[in-house]
């Protein structure tokens, strides 16, 4: 019984081991301080910068001093495909050193800063 047990527990973390893996990209992970899933709730545009308000569903990885709560302003390039409809991980990087707590999509756009986007017809239902 123990060890049928620990056969479970052993496959149950090999699984989600695999599964974490292919959920994020390893190179942009690297570049990348904080990564996020999310799911977009609104744009608002500026001449440089337009900036994508999100809910944060998970905080994957977060190597910041920064807490993050339910909902976050990210910039990307106006001028670039920022994030899309529906739920995303979105790969960040620091808007500026002087504000900190502003942050923009790795590269400021999103091939290179976003993974994974679920379309709204995709995603799954809030519990």
């Known amino acids: 019984m123990k060890s049928i047990l620990f056969i479970l527990i052993v496959s149950f973390v090999l699984i989600g081991s695999v599964v ?10 690297q570049k990348s301080e904080v ?19 999100v809910e944060i569903l998970e905080v ?4 910041s ?9 990210i910039a990307a390039y106006s001028w670039k495909p920022g994030i899309p409809e529906g739920e995303s991980t979105v790969y960040l990087e620091r808007y500026n050193k002087i504000t900190q707590q502003l942050w923009m999509l790795l590269g400021g756009e999103a091939s290179t800063g976003v993974r ?6 995709e995603v799954r239902p809030t519990q």
């Open 20 to 29: 974490a893996d292919n959920f994020l990209d390893n190179n942009l992970a």
């Open 35 to 53: 990564i996020l899933h999310v799911k977009l709730l609104t744009v608002g545009g500026a001449d440089k910068y337009a900036w994508y308000e």
């Open 60 to 63: 994957l990885k977060n190597e």
């Open 65 to 73: 001093k920064e807490t993050f709560t339910k909902k976050l302003k």
């Open 116 to 121: 994974q986007a679920l379309k709204p017809a």
